[in-house]
């Protein structure tokens, strides 16, 4: 574009990282070529000065000129985000109903955000010296892992940086230094580039069976064109089989792949197999790494450096020069809906950005949320189902323990005891699951009934023995644990109830000689204690398992016999309507851990309602019928997928607050000339006192998506002029997952 000559500069439109809907217009400089949208830029604002994103350029402004500022300095000579990204941050803007500027900004790392150079770190790394070169590897074979080392890097031909050695190898840096010190091997500075990853060997790719041959068909064969594919595969049919199969296939037209995943505890295993089967540069994000860590792999993949990435929900705006396939693992999962600031959903995006960019979209889950599932219906995404498990595996066997007026043992049943005994008797391991941690949920007083009760939410406080201290999950409190009833000063306090620490407690005094492992949040806090624990499960190294809902997805236990569900009537009766369809989610999920390799597997359910429909439904048929009942009934009730729904949600130290500026949204939604269906509340939050604030809410649902967002098309600019908005704090929820 030529800079013109004439009384009017260019203007360039910028969104700016503030909770503002709108854009704002600066003037380009004079003396220098005007740069592209998607470069960021240094411009003054308010009393300092922000990075801002160039959306773009334009010939004129509202605003006069003589009244614009010039920007500062223009951070990027190149763009960061392509055309195609920037498309995809606006329409995300746009459904959410939430300012483009924290939209954007939201996509980079942290120090580009900040304004800072967005170049790849120098990394310390090694290379080859010339008597490296040209020694044979045989003069080191009684030494195995520098031999291996050696020949790594001699069949390289490449210097490689520590991230590269590690990738490939944890357990490098005792060989390197040795080979450093016999002048094989020298230090090296890698400036940029430093993350090729080699594999020393390759696994080869599985014959798989017939569904999953007819899987990895149907969507490698329209790579370069846009199709949504649900693979609805039951847990241990080869999913990820079926992924690495079609990723091979975009590999071998040097297309990108972007692989999300739900949680951070399966990233290092499926990296693992990927790097077991790619010859590829894999690059890792997700929010437990370093800002700089982020930073690299974000680099990398805009600068098409990696082939792969394996990320979280936040990876999904990643700029990538070729991308042509994405994956989404267990798509059923709402860790991929975003619930604080920018509330989106990674998988509804996902199918977005692949037709922005003519690529398929794969969405795999045992499990597949009801949306999908209806979408499957109505043809929106093609379905592959994958009903058998990948080799001899059996499906396993799953059976109710009715508990009523049975004595239990710290949550287990004699039945269930009798069960473990006779797995352990086998040198098979045992995986019990209990949705909640610490070692009871509330302390009450046996002579008074007092209860600790969190002061700033309306929750108990949970019990955690092993610290000794009282936490509230929800506001992060901690105090002491109390010895004495502040209310009566006897000493009758008591735990009722049951957390992970309790049913351990138990099962260390039960089962003394054999290996138990918990796996929750408290037990995980220390970097890598996770991977430890998986690995000396994997190795044979436990007998019983007890976990939360980290243990639920993805892991493949290969000698795990027994799975039991505690406490399922926990997630039978709750007000929420997807409710059902989490549990049923979860306990398949859980009981896809048992029998995954050749020795069947069985899954107690311990219940005190042994004829609910939903459990009666999941052991005579299966989650396909399940799914479809449960359709019926949300379409009977007119509920989503059925309708469409947008929450807003409030806050304020004074509950009369939220309810007031929430009343005067209602007001504004019921105009006349808005189409909205139903128009719920305000009411109270299901928990209303959390963290020292009072929560109400407000529910829209209507019959038609285009109605719905007609509908806050007007309401969101009327919202920003209520005096009441500045007294509150308060959000909209596009597609709630939970409403709390």
């Known amino acids: 574009m030529a800079y013109p000559t004439s009384a009017n500069p260019l203007i360039y ?46 010939q004129h402004s509202a605003i006069a000129t003589d009244k614009l500022k010039p920007i500062n300095r223009v951070i990027d000579e190149h763009p960061l985000l392509s055309a195609a990204d920037l498309q995809l941050l606006l329409w995300v803007a746009n459904y959410y109903h939430h300012p483009l500027g924290e939209v954007i900004s939201s996509a980079f790392p942290v120090h580009l955000r900040q304004g800072k150079a967005a170049t790849l770190p120098d990394e310390k790394g090694y290379q080859l010296t010339e008597l490296g070169e040209h020694t044979s590897s045989e003069q080191l ?11 790594l890097f001699q069949q390289h031909g490449q210097p490689l940086s520590e991230s590269a050695l590690t990738a490939w190898n944890s357990q490098w840096r005792t060989s390197v230094k040795t080979l450093l010190n016999k002048q094989l091997l020298a230090l090296t500075t890698l400036k940029g580039v430093h993350s090729t990853l080699p594999v020393a060997e390759s696994t080869r790719e599985l014959p798989g069976n017939a569904h999953q041959q007819a899987a990895v068909a149907a969507v490698s064969q329209q790579l370069g064109q846009f199709g949504a594919y649900l693979l609805e595969g039951v847990t241990g049919s080869g999913k990820t089989e079926v992924y690495m199969q079609i990723i091979r296939s975009a590999l071998a037209q040097n297309r990108q792949v972007l692989v999300l995943i739900p949680e951070i505890s399966l990233t290092p295993q499926l990296e693992q197999r990927f790097r077991q089967r790619f010859s590829a540069n894999i690059a890792v994000s997700h929010s437990k790494l370093t800002n700089p860590q982020r930073q690299t792999a974000w680099l990398q993949m805009q600068q098409g450096l990696c082939q792969i990435m394996l990320g979280t929900r936040s990876a999904l705006f990643t700029p990538m020069q070729n991308l042509g396939l994405i994956i989404l693992d267990e798509e059923h999962d ?56 990948a080799g001899d595996a059996l499906a396993p066997q799953l059976q109710i323990i009715d508990i009523r007026n049975k004595p ?72 002491r644990l109390l010895q004495q009833c502040p209310a009566c000063q006897h000493n009758a306090l008591t ?46 190294q436990a007998d019983i398992i007890l976990g939360t809902q980290m243990l639920a997805k993805g892991h493949h236990f290969a000698n795990v016999t027994l799975v039991a569900i505690l406490d399922v009537d926990s997630g039978l009766f709750s007000i929420d309507f997807r409710s059902p369809e989490k549990l049923a989610q979860l306990i398949v999920q859980v009981a896809g851990r048992a029998g995954r390799a050749q020795k069947p597997g069985r899954v107690m359910l311990q219940t005190r309602h042994p004829e609910h429909p939903l459990l009666t439904t999941l052991i005579q048929a299966d989650y396909h019928h399940f799914a479809q009942q449960a359709l019926t009934e949300r379409q009977q009730a007119g509920l989503p997928p059925y309708s469409h ?27 006349p000339s808005n189409p909205a269906n139903q128009i719920l509340g305000p009411t109270p939050a299901p928990m209303k006192k959390r963290a020292g604030r009072y929560h109400q809410q407000l529910l829209l649902q209507c019959k038609h998506r285009k109605n719905l967002h007609k509908l806050l098309d007007t309401l969101m600019p009327a919202i920003a002029k209520l005096k009441t908005s500045a007294k509150v704090r308060w959000s909209l929820d596009v597609d709630p997952l939970d409403l709390y």
């Open 13 to 58: 439109r910028v969104a700016l990282p503030v909770p503002l809907y709108t854009l704002f217009d600066y003037l380009a400089p004079r003396t220098s070529p005007p740069c592209l949208p998607g470069c960021r830029i240094e411009v003054p604002f308010r009393y300092g000065t922000k990075t801002a994103f160039l959306v773009e350029i334009a």
């Open 495 to 540: 735990a009722l109830g049951l957390g992970t620490e309790r049913v351990e407690s138990l099962l260390e005094q039960r089962y003394a000689g054999y290996r138990i492992i918990r796996l929750d949040r408290d037990s995980t806090q220390r970097k890598g204690s996770l991977q430890k624990y998986l690995a000396q499960i994997n190795l044979g």
């Open 408 to 479: 239990l043992q710290e949550g287990l049943s004699e039945a269930l005891l009798k069960e473990i005994n006779n797995t352990l008797a086998k040198q098979e391991q045992v995986l019990l699951f209990l949705n909640r941690r610490g070692f009871a949920p509330t302390l009450i007083c046996h002579s008074c009934g007092w209860v600790a009760h969190c002061p700033s939410c309306d929750a108990n406080l949970v019990i955690h023995a092993q610290q000794q201290q009282l936490q509230c999950h929800h506001c992060g409190k901690q105090q």
């Open 334 to 389: 709402s860790s991929y809906k975003q619930q604080e600031g920018f509330r989106f959903s990674a998988r509804d995006a996902a199918i977005i950005r692949g037709k922005l960019l003519n690529i398929p979209v794969l969405l795999g889950s045992a499990t597949p949320s009801l949306e999908s599932f209806y979408n499957a219906q109505r043809g929106r995404y093609q379905w592959l189902p994958l009903p058998e498990r």
């Open 141 to 151: 074979r009684r030494t195995p892992k520098q031999k291996s080392i050696l020949e």
């Open 645 to 671: 729904q947008a929450l807003f949600r409030a806050s304020a130290t004074d509950a009369e607050l939220a309810t007031e500026f929430l009343d005067c949204v209602a007001q504004l939604a019921r105009q």
